[in-house]
């Protein structure tokens, strides 16, 4: 035996060992294939995906070329600069394209007039894009910099193929997750998911813009209370870096207001958020309950049956109605014809009645309850709306109503005419003693004073005519420059926009008499009017 297992030992004629199973010349055939190709003189693959043999120039000093993989597949380590230069490639030869394959041609020879030390193949540089797109290697908002500055003007998406793009050169840092293989799956489509996702909330944001631009102020949809999930902000924080160039284009503050509302639009609809439409009623549905509709159902079963009951005990022995208070008994083991029935009768009836109270009493409870956290719901997103309808049972009159006329005419009488005031002797002296007062010094508005301001600002507080609540002010920190200036400019020229003095004044009765008025001035303030007023007040 020792001589036979000592034979079996022995290796096999060709190489082969000898082991049993389906994988007993694996090794020998990968070494002959090995020992063929060192043989063979290089040549160039034929499969577009596989790299070319001379990878990396003898000149290159970003890319350093390591020792072949067991299974001969060539790495290169890429660069941050050359993973950056792939990326503005990418973004200037795709261009407006969402999809296909015409655009790898011209990003390949972008590509290479970026990189002209390196050889790469369009398949392996579409591969590497895509990697770089899929592993997050750049946020978000280092992925929106760098198509801005591929793409910086659609007039020069034209001029893609004829121009090479600027680029800024940025330090060759070696990034710690690039060590990866160039060759890849070779399915490419022509779309990525992250860049489709940006695309789209890039396209919905351009389109709600335009379409508040073009809205009145009164007839702007509501924007909803939306939840402080991490998603929602990670929406917010990925428009920020694209409201940049609508910012840098805003000439006063009407239109950055416009531009913020669109923006906070964009996120309701990137979101799925229920957005009210324009001129939408603000009073609840009138519509009943699921749960009260059952219990009234109920109810009104129970006094239909109490009534047949009632009939049969009273001698009504029609067969319907017998019919009724059979299934009214059904599982008590009650006949209809035991000596006691009557007694079973009563004793039934008053147990539909206990029923009846009872179910009524739930209403009640649930009514109260309902309104309780309706209230509750209602005074933290708009109490405004909450006053007005605990209001608003106690003006309703039921007399002849005001003539609008006559009212705009009293209150005009009172707010419009000029009037001539007697300046008693006392103003001179009050001038006097105020002309030795140091003037103030000139206010100068910070971006910081902006975001301190809207620190403390309420988030869902009940927002002015506009619409915007102080949370899109807060998310939206790239607006906060742009606020500091046009709200300098606004003070160096003592000049308003009619956004933030316009208000509400409504004109309610006094309990039921339509002669006397209780003058109720809404000083409703836009969002960004409020924080103005927040850190002059500071100033103060």
């Not at 009846?356 to 009514?367: L, M, N, S």
Request: charge should be positive; include cysteine; charged fraction near 25%.
């Amino acid at each position: 035996m020792m001589e036979l297992n000592r034979t079996r030992k022995v290796p096999l004629p060709g190489g082969r060992q000898g082991a049993s199973g389906a994988g007993a010349g694996r090794g020998s055939m990968r070494t002959a294939s090995r020992a063929r190709g060192a043989a063979q003189p290089p040549s160039s693959p034929s499969h577009p995906s596989s790299p070319p043999a001379g990878l990396v120039s003898a000149g290159s000093s970003r890319a350093q070329q390591s020792a072949p993989a067991s299974g001969g597949v060539r790495r290169m380590r890429w660069t941050t600069q050359m993973n950056s230069n792939a990326l503005r490639a990418y973004f200037r030869a795709k261009g407006g394209e969402t999809g296909g394959l015409a655009y790898r041609a011209r990003m390949h020879r972008l590509f290479a007039e970026l990189e002209p030390s390196l050889t790469v193949t369009e398949q392996n540089l579409a591969d590497r894009v895509r990697y770089i797109l899929r592993s997050n290697i750049f946020d978000v908002a280092e992925l929106e910099r760098l198509r801005r500055e591929a793409v910086p003007s659609s007039g020069e998406n034209a001029a893609a193929e004829d121009a090479a793009p600027q680029m800024v050169e940025q330090p060759a840092n070696v990034d710690a997750a690039v060590n990866t293989p160039v060759v890849v799956d070779s399915s490419d489509d022509g779309t990525v998911a992250q860049e489709l996702e940006l695309e789209h909330m890039r396209s919905t944001l351009e389109e709600a813009i335009v379409e508040t631009r073009s809205t009145p102020l009164e007839n702007r949809p509501r924007l909803p209370r939306i939840a402080l999930s991490k998603r929602n902000r990670a929406v917010v924080r990925a428009l920020n870096p694209m409201l940049v160039t609508y910012l840098e284009a805003s000439r006063d503050l009407c239109e950055t207001d416009s531009i913020l509302f669109g923006a906070a639009l964009a996120v309701c609809r990137i979101i799925g958020a229920k957005v009210s439409t324009a001129g939408r009623a603000t009073g609840h549905s009138s519509a009943i309950p699921a749960w009260r509709r059952r219990i009234e159902e109920r109810i009104a079963k129970a006094r239909a049956l109490i009534g047949r009951l009632i009939c049969f005990r009273s001698g009504n022995n029609r067969p319907r109605i017998v019919r009724t208070v059979r299934m009214a008994f059904a599982g008590t083991n009650v006949s209809l014809s035991q000596p006691d029935i009557t007694q079973k009768l009563t004793e039934r009836i008053d147990d539909l009645k206990q029923r009846i109270a009872a179910w009524g009493k739930r209403i009640r409870r649930y009514t109260e309850r309902s309104t309780r956290f309706n209230q509750n719901r209602l005074f933290q997103s708009d109490q405004k709306r909450l006053y007005e309808s605990l209001e608003r049972p106690m003006v309703s009159g039921t007399g002849p109503a005001p003539n609008q006329a006559d009212t705009v005419a009293f209150w005009r009488g009172l707010w419009s005419e000029p009037v001539n005031h007697s300046e008693g002797p006392w103003t001179e002296v009050m001038a006097s003693q105020c002309a030795g007062i140091t003037p103030m010094d000139p206010v100068i508005i910070t971006p910081d004073d902006v975001a301190e301001a809207v620190r403390r600002a309420p988030n869902w507080k009940s927002p002015g005519l506009d619409g915007l609540h102080h949370y899109w002010l807060k998310g939206f920190m790239v607006c906060h420059s742009v606020l500091a200036r046009q709200f300098q400019e606004a003070l160096n020229q003592k000049s308003l926009p009619s956004l933030f003095t316009t208000g509400i004044t409504h004109l309610v009765p006094i309990d039921q008499d339509i002669e006397m008025y209780q003058l109720l001035e809404k000083g409703i303030r836009s969002g960004l009017a409020q924080c103005s007023l927040t850190f002059a007040n500071s100033f103060l």
